[in-house]
């Protein structure tokens, strides 16, 4: 076979592929639709260029977290260290843009920071054969600790214009997120990439098959951190100065999130768009019952319930099929 009829097959075959994949989360993209019309009717000027530009702010660093749990629940593990990475992410930023680094050497020293760590874990994990849940909870004191160290408490500055370009009326975080996405399908299409699902679904079997199983949990790992640190830097922008705590919610929404979009516990089952619509959702739920007048005791029930109904509805249905 020629390698055009080859790409042809391939081709034909893409779309099939990626719409049988979207068979567990039609339900959930209907359900998101139903929220982003009530959004909009509650807030009118979601359609507006300004409008939109905030939303996508709320909803940006949301995003970038709901992706890094959910890549490593696709490998078959999970973090409870996202939320000090986030911290980490924005007090690094907050202490460095404005000094001899500049801007360029404290974006750099986020990321350099959320691979190196998350490589590390990673390394900790597939070495020690550790259990992930373990490792990430003992490495989020370690890693909020030295947050703390970094900055004891709330302060630092992000430039102005930084805040303005990141946090302004622009849709930066909307163009920012689209590049990701784009991305994260070039990387699905690199050899670790492509062994990310069959190290999580059958570590083993890929194993014997010649994937390299521990290269693709490592790289996970890294991607994942550098993700939160790279949160934390926006969220840092926002505020306009860092805070050494202000990661902590993130941990459970990221989880919520990655379950919502409907990615497995054991690993290699759900998609990054579905992590991305899970977070969507979650984003939208808040701002739709801060609209309607919810007490946060209220919103914080009635999320709890909305991701248990999301959850048990599709084990129902296995158990009746």
Known sequence: MSTAASSRQAGALYWPVQLRRNVGVRGLFAVVMAFLVA????????????????????WFPLALVAMAQAILMLTGGISL??????????????????????????????????????????????KLRLPSIVVTLAGS?????????????????????????????????????????????????TPLGLSLYAAGENPVGAYRS????????????????????????????????????IGTAFTLNSIAAAVLGGIGFLGGQG???????????????????FFLGFTPVAQYVAQGLIIIGAVAIPQFRKVQQ
């Open 39 to 58: 959004y909009g009717f509650l807030f009118p000027g979601l359609l507006t260029a300004s409008g939109f530009a905030k939303f996508t702010q709320s």
């Open 271 to 289: 998609t990054m768009r579905g992590a991305l619509a899970g977070s969507l959702l979650l984003s939208l739920m808040i701002s739709v019952m």
């Open 81 to 126: 260290a996202i939320g000090a990475m986030v911290s980490l992410g924005a007090v690094i930023a907050a202490t460095t843009m404005t000094g001899p680094l500049g801007v360029a050497g404290g974006a750099a020293a986020v990321a350099l920071a959320g691979i190196g760590i998350g490589g590390a874990t990673g390394l900790i994990v597939v």
């Open 141 to 189: 004191f370690v890693i909020g600790g030295a947050a703390l160290l970094i900055l004891p408490r709330p302060g630092g500055t992000i430039p102005e214009w930084l805040s303005e370009l990141l946090a302004g009326n622009t849709p930066a975080a909307f163009v920012l997120l689209v590049l990701i996405v784009l991305l994260w399908k070039l990387y699905l299409a």
């Open 210 to 245: 010649g994937v390299p199983v521990d290269g693709a949990w490592v790289a996970a790992y890294a991607i994942s951190g550098l993700l939160c640190t790279g949160a934390g830097l926006f969220v840092a922008a926002q505020t306009g100065s860092g805070d050494p705590v």
